[in-house]
């Protein structure tokens, strides 16, 4: 295995510092673009060779820049297949917001596309916006440190945890949607329904067409779940869609962690990013504790604990202050509603490091079923006051009979545009109908969460925000840039089948 990919992380985290202690002079001279490639890469899981895409920098998988630093990136495709690279948490003029034919095509493979836009500092990340490509890990954290983050001086760990599958990506969603032949392996019994729309591009899909609810009827197990207008039978909510071959953090499994080596009273930033297509973790950080610090890039007021919940598309900072002495401390993830996990291992040099089981004994919880986390998050710099402008409703359905997933009751291709004018402040109200739960993100806006389940909160600023089964979750945002913005759940499969909408901004009167 190549040796920068597998410790990509740290060799960006170590230009960063480099690039930090760089005379201002110096730094302003250096400002050539900064070259990032789509390409193919080997990955070793758990003894087994796997192929897949990734964002290679020269510093390994990802990128990481300074305070104040441009992003200018030129991304070459070097994959066979045309792609499109979405800055997740960075708010880029439209044109090079990443989504296909929104306005810009897919960079051809060989072609290179140049970027260049201010900043916005936090963890964020970067993934193809075609969802088969997503799942087939074509995605890397894209880091911005601030002024604070250099002035605090704590060591940068960065958390970058997936779901992964041998099979192909279009196999996958075949047989969560529906595809059940040879006895369903890997899909939870209770699923079935439309045919996805296979390695079509998010952002140019067109209307459900090849539906196939045939395999459902047969299907053990579907008595516990329900659709819209279901009964809701034995099972709350469905909390994993398909059961993946590994769950990686750094692009590892547990039986080969990511050792990071750390100083004995280590004083840690962790940066977590859901990067998965369809599962949700928990931050265990164990003997650790820790402190969140921050969720989707954006300061709150911090909370001290050792398990804290993440869904895909969003991240989390945990500040981690080790005991003065040797040691090892695992930070794991922890499946929801599952017994699986991975993680990273922080490691005293010389330590004894002990292997930890990639199965726990115990089940993990669902995550946030009754968004007590969520309300316990407060931003430090909260939306200034001002009056609404224009209230939006979204509800969010769907079910597994079909596997079906909709916003306002439609599919991308067959939605109406949630629309806005330029600068108004905007609530959007996501009221989840279905029984699963759904992370969505709006492309070229951070919003405030200040509303869950009717009751008001100065929540935190996200651009991904988890709204479980039955809930209803408020947001204010200020309209940006008149343009069409990508608004979707993070869950791959839900998108791929439908679960896609626009914010239409015009311009202002």
């Excluded at 911005?144 to 605090?152: C, K, P, T, Y």
């Excluded at 990511?258 to 280590?266: P, S, Y």
């Excluded at 265990?284 to 402190?291: K, S």
């Excluded at 389940?453 to 309209?479: F, K, W």
Aim: glycine share 12%.
């Amino acid at each position: 295995m190549n040796t920068l990919s597998r410790r990509g992380f740290l060799a960006a985290s170590a230009a960063a510092v480099a690039v930090a202690h760089m005379p201002r002079l110096a730094l302003a001279q250096t400002a050539a673009p900064i070259h990032l490639a789509a390409a193919t890469r080997t990955l070793d899981i758990d003894g087994r060779a796997a192929s897949v895409f990734g964002l290679a920098g020269s510093g390994g998988q990802g990128l990481v820049f300074d305070p104040g630093q441009r992003f200018r990136v030129d991304l070459t495709n070097d994959l066979d297949v045309g792609t499109i690279i979405h800055w997740h948490g960075q708010i880029p003029p439209n044109a090079q917001d990443g989504v296909p034919d929104m306005p810009m095509p897919l960079l051809a493979p060989g072609e290179t596309r140049s970027y260049d836009f201010e900043t916005r500092p936090g963890t964020h990340w970067m993934h193809s916006h075609v969802p088969t490509q997503e799942m087939q890990l074509l995605a890397a954290p894209l880091i911005v440190r601030s002024a604070e983050d250099i002035a605090a001086d704590r060591q940068e760990v960065v958390m970058f945890l997936h779901d992964f599958s041998f099979k192909a990506p279009e196999e996958v969603l075949a047989e969560i949607s529906g595809g059940h032949s040879g006895g369903g392996h890997g899909v939870h019994a209770h699923h079935g329904g439309a045919q996805p729309m296979q390695g079509t591009p998010m952002g140019s899909m067109g209307a459900m067409p090849g539906m196939d609810h045939g395999a459902m009827g047969q299907m053990p197990g579907m008595g516990g779940m329900m659709g819209m207008g279901g009964q809701m039978g034995g099972m709350a909510m469905d909390l994993n869609d398909y059961d993946w071959d590994a769950y990686l953090a750094n692009d590892r499994t547990l039986s080969d962690p990511d050792v990071v080596q750390v100083e004995r009273g280590g004083r840690i930033r962790l940066r977590v990013i859901n990067a998965a297509a369809a599962t949700v973790f928990w931050i265990d950080t164990g003997a650790a504790g820790a402190r969140l610090v921050a969720a989707d890039g954006h300061a709150v007021q911090p909370l001290s604990g050792n398990r804290f919940g993440l869904a895909m598309g969003q991240r989390l900072d945990l500040e981690i202050d080790l005991p003065n002495e040797n040691g090892a401390w695992p930070i794991l993830a922890l499946r929801e509603g599952a017994r699986e996990r991975t993680g990273l291992i922080l490691a005293t040099p010389g330590a004894e490091v002990r292997r930890v089981d990639a199965v726990a004994e115990a089940e993990a919880p669902a995550f946030d079923t009754d968004l007590a986390q969520e309300a316990r998050l407060i931003a430090v710099d909260a939306l200034p006051e001002r009056p609404v402008d224009r209230s939006q409703m979204l509800m969010l359905g769907g079910s597994m009979q079909p596997y079906v997933w909709t916003i306002n009751g439609a599919v991308w291709g067959q939605h109406q545009p949630v629309t806005a004018r330029r600068g108004e402040r905007v609530v959007l109200s996501f009221h989840n109908m279905s029984m699963m739960g759904h992370p969505m993100h709006l492309h070229g806006h951070v919003f405030q969460v200040v509303g869950l389940n009717g009751r008001r909160v100065a929540g935190a600023l996200r651009d991904t925000v988890y709204v479980p089964p039955m809930s209803m979750v408020d947001v204010a945002l200020d309209a940006g840039e008149a343009a069409r913005w990508m608004l979707h759940c993070h869950h791959m499969p839900h998108l791929a089948t439908g679960m896609m909408t626009e914010f239409a901004v015009s311009a202002s009167v």
